[in-house]
């Protein structure tokens, strides 16, 4: 039996009337930038995060960028994130011309240690960007209280986590602002690039806005340099129909986790499962285990049995040639994890048959 890591059209075929209705509508309207769909999308969305605003924007990697720029922080600032993360965490930071300072993460949750920060702190230093990794919330209360007692900023990078929750409350806007991604992996996938940004305060709100359309508050009068970071009009229409699918996605995911989770805990001796660290939800954008030693030849022995898996992320970004690869001191656990690390099919849509299947191949690459 094959096993895809992701098959996107098991969700969306569901919804093809509604998505094609949709799709006609914004056609018809001949509107096909920003307009009454993306405002609709984004009052739903900030519902949905728990806060006051929400933006829509052209990506998950270009909302941290805004979120940056919004911020005003760039060159000659420096920006704290976790080295074990994706690309465009750090990117986003280089881009806005600001230095990624890179932090290690904790072995069992894969999100940043708070416990790293402290150390890496300059006069320069300006803001701290914990990643929601894999769909599971970092440790938000110490990073919070250490950004407060420093006078920094907090970015959320949500882009695998948009209704995660952290003691009780919503993830995205926590600190300052959260960014979400609907690049079409996520828990929210879009039908292209989509993100957004969320956030409390009305005043960033108001920034953001203006710079996601070349600053201009007037078309031609321009009060900062923007750019163009718009949400497609026709993502948003598109996006509305499959936003209050969400929840059950993520239930989807979740009631696959704590199978797999069931089915392959007597492995435990040779696999690290995922952890739920108390007071998270963890929405399982990815069920990532730890395979110590052997990961690259799991890999591929499920490869040849037609299963699909993922490693995010084989790099830690610390050692990416464009970050001058490994200058720094040495992060041993985002290393470490770099090297373990096997994300297996989790998608809302995954068959029983295909989950046990599965897990009875890793069973069998162990026996074997
Ligand atoms: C997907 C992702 C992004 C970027 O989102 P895009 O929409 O693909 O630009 C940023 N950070 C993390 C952690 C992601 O997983």
């Known amino acids: 039996m094959r096993v895809p890591l992701l098959d996107i059209q098991r969700q969306n075929h569901v919804l093809q009337e509604e998505l094609r209705a949709a799709f006609d509508r914004v056609l018809e309207s001949g509107q096909f930038i920003l307009g009454q769909e993306v405002e609709a999308f984004e009052e739903m969305a900030a519902a949905a995060a728990d806060a006051r605003f929400a933006l829509g924007v052209s990506s998950g990697t270009d909302a941290i960028l805004l979120a940056l720029m919004a911020l005003g922080i760039g060159p000659g600032d420096e920006v704290i994130c976790p080295s074990f993360t994706f690309f465009a965490t750090a990117g986003s930071i280089a881009r806005a011309g600001a230095r990624p300072v890179f932090a290690d993460s904790l072995a069992d949750t894969f999100n940043l240690d708070p416990v790293a920060i402290e ?30 007692r420093h006078g920094l900023r907090v970015i959320e990078d949500t882009a695998q986590a948009f209704g995660a929750e952290y003691c009780g409350r919503s993830v995205g806007a926590l600190g300052d602002c959260g960014t979400m991604s609907f690049y079409p992996s996520k828990n929210l996938g879009a039908f292209g690039d989509a993100g957004l940004l969320v956030t409390n305060d009305r005043e960033l709100a108001r ?162």
Do not use: W
């Open 119 to 148: 150390p890496l702190l300059t006069p320069r230093t300006r803001a701290i960007i914990p990643v929601h990794l894999f769909g599971q919330p970092a440790d938000m209360g110490p990073i919070l209280e250490l950004a407060r």
């Open 207 to 368: 920034r953001a806005r203006l710079l996601r359309n070349h600053g201009a508050e007037r078309q031609y009068f321009h009060a900062m340099i923007g750019g163009n970071f718009r949400l497609d009009t026709v993502q948003a229409a598109l996006l509305r129909v499959k936003l209050p699918h969400l929840a059950a996605y993520t239930a989807g995911r979740q009631k696959h986790a704590s199978e797999y989770t069931r089915l392959l805990r007597p492995l435990e001796d040779r696999i690290i499962l995922p952890a739920a660290a108390p007071d998270r939800t963890h929405i399982m954008n990815q069920y990532t285990i730890r395979v110590p030693g052997r990961r690259d030849e799991l890999q591929e022995y499920l490869r040849r049995r037609g299963i699909g898996t993922a490693i995010y992320y084989p790099v830690p970004l610390h050692r990416q040639e464009c970050f001058g690869g490994a200058l720094e001191a040495p992060l041993p656990v985002a290393e470490m994890l770099a090297a373990e690390v096997l994300s297996l099919p989790v998608f809302p849509e995954l068959k029983a048959e295909e989950r046990a299947e599965v897990a009875q191949a890793i069973f069998d690459f162990y026996d074997g």
